[in-house]
RNA sequence: CGGGGUGUGGCGCAGUUGGCUAGCGCGCCGCGUUUGGGACGCGGAGGUCGAAGGUUCGAGUCCUUUCACCCCGACCA
């Protein structure tokens, strides 16, 4: 039995099946405001697991978290043409305050760059003081014309991290950080595969000189940029006059980064790994891993399902029990498969006879039946073999979706007949990605290579680069 | 900002050329029977029909204005 009822299938109207997945797993509603999402408590258990993944990896890094306000005033913002150039389209701009009309405006934080930096240039002095690294988990606010829960709300939640140095070299190592971090806790805990490159000058960072992104294929064959880190240059440290003295008592300017991962991952999350039953979560990410469903609400069929989760819950995973008495078995088993939880136990007076459980694993739906006095070992197993089954899955279906074109035809071609990624041969030029994207919707996703030896698959000439582009979300 | 759509109990919807007490399914509450893949019976609660104005003896239904949200494109984490 499926969830049909009431899930429309995933290979029909993705947008259909991806709205009414986020509200029947009770993930997130809509607020009242347009654009706005309430995340509620299972889609926030969700974005806590994220954060005890990265928070540890980011303070061993050095980096500590720190807050900083959410209105920044309007002649900040401003400070760096770029970035408000980049940005003034989506600011949410309060003018009032108290009942009166405020001197200056006030921008709600986009994203923090500005008013971190104003304060970095008062904190900064020595080299001593160097580098600053601090992070922030905060929300922000951009006015997007186009909202979809998760993958694109008025306000986000992320993390944004927030470095300066004393020369160059070490803001781009800690860009490259800053990524590798990114890939590794999408690899393995979101089980989702993606490429890792550099922005084309026509997609980075409003205000960077580089932006690293990592780019996942979601089922659509559209690409979802799921993070970014970028190498600030001086761009800001300029206008926003962050200098120290260098061990030889020069006044220099500091070399700067700045990267952040939002609750928009979630949403990649979803899309990715989720089926026609619900969704499919990666053991790591998810708020239950193992959930008891005991077939009836007798008490000595409870008390052994109780004492198994306890056993459960000290072998280190997150285990629950689903004993409500007012829902059958298999409405609870359907609920679990909704809710995407990678193992479901079903304990009836079978298992209870012969001390054992039935494990079924959502993921591809295999079930086997576990000895009670192996159980705690063979679940923790199974739920890391059910992580690196996801990974591989995502992998194949990238890789499957990657598919190279040595000309425009060619492009053109592989872009009418499959969604997906394309590699190809290029070098950077935001008049022809224009022209690609007029006439094809594709746009450069990242640069791959480089240092590499090809032709440039529109123009034929020489190219040292290789780039993957795709329709992007 | 362009295009499309929808606003009627918590959710999903029906409501005819205006007409009588605004309905149905799911969910919810109570009691009982049930429970190995979305159980059933009986009883019950819950609505200023998005808002404002107008036409009319009479408006969920017609007219005007307006607001909101959703979906599809251009901009974006």
Request: aromatic share 10%; charged share 25%.
């Amino acid at each position: 039995m499926s969830n049909k009822k009431l899930l429309p299938p995933k290979t029909g109207d993705l947008a259909d099946w991806y709205t009414t997945i986020i509200q029947l797993a009770d993930l997130s509603d809509y607020g009242p405001a347009k654009g706005t999402m309430i995340i509620k408590p299972y889609g926030y258990a969700i974005w806590e697991l994220i954060q005890e993944a990265m928070n540890p990896l980011i303070k061993a890094k050095g980096v500590q978290n720190a807050y900083f306000p959410l209105f920044i005033p309007m002649s900040l913002l401003e400070k760096e043409a770029n970035h408000v150039e980049g940005f003034a389209p989506e600011l949410a701009i309060v003018t009032h305050g108290g009942g009166e009309k405020l001197e200056e405006p006030l921008v709600v934080r986009p994203t923090s760059e500005t008013i971190m930096y104003n304060s970095f240039s008062k904190w900064l002095q020595s080299w001593r003081d160097l580098p600053i690294m601090m992070n922030q988990w905060n929300n922000v606010v951009r006015w997007e014309k186009r909202t979809m829960p998760f993958l694109r709300t008025s306000e986000f939640l992320w993390q944004e991290g927030h470095t300066a140095h004393v020369a160059h070299d070490e803001a781009a190592d800690m860009q490259k950080w800053a990524m590798d971090m990114y890939a590794h806790i999408y690899r393995n805990f979101f089980a989702l595969d993606g490429y890792v490159g550099y922005k084309s000058a026509s997609e980075r960072f409003a205000g960077a000189d580089t932006t690293l992104t990592y780019e996942s294929l979601m089922p659509s064959g559209k690409a979802l940029q799921a993070c970014t880190s970028h190498d600030l240059g001086q761009n800001f440290a300029k206008p926003f006059n962050i200098t120290f003295q260098d061990k030889e008592g020069v006044d220099a300017f500091a070399w700067q980064t700045s990267w952040g991962l939002s609750t928009r991952s979630i949403g990649g999350l979803i899309l990715a790994h989720g089926d026609d039953n619900g969704l499919r979560l990666p053991p790591k990410l998810a708020p239950t891993q193992i959930v008891i469903v005991p077939v009836r609400p007798e008490p000595e069929l409870i008390t052994y399902c109780k004492e198994l989760v306890n056993q459960l819950q000290q072998a280190g995973t997150r285990a629950a029990i689903d004993d409500r008495d007012d829902e059958s078995f298999g409405f609870r088993l359907n609920k679990a498969e909704v809710k995407g939880i990678p193992i479901i136990l079903k304990i009836g007076s079978k298992e209870l006879e012969q001390k054992l459980v039935t494990a079924k694993r959502r993921f591809d739906g295999y079930e086997e039946q576990i000895s009670l006095d192996v159980i705690a070992n063979k679940l923790s197993q199974s739920l890391d073999e059910i992580q690196a089954m996801m990974l591989k899955a995502s992998q194949e279906y990238t890789t499957k979706n990657t598919r190279e074109a040595s000309d425009y035809d060619e492009f053109k071609r592989i872009q009418s007949e499959h969604k997906g990624f394309i590699k190809v041969y290029w070098n950077d030029n935001a008049a022809v990605e224009k022209q690609i994207k007029d006439e094809t919707t594709a746009t450069s996703r990242c640069m791959i290579e480089d240092g590499v030896s090809g032709t440039d698959f529109v123009t034929g000439e020489p190219a040292t680069q290789q780039w993957i582009f795709a329709q992007s979300y």
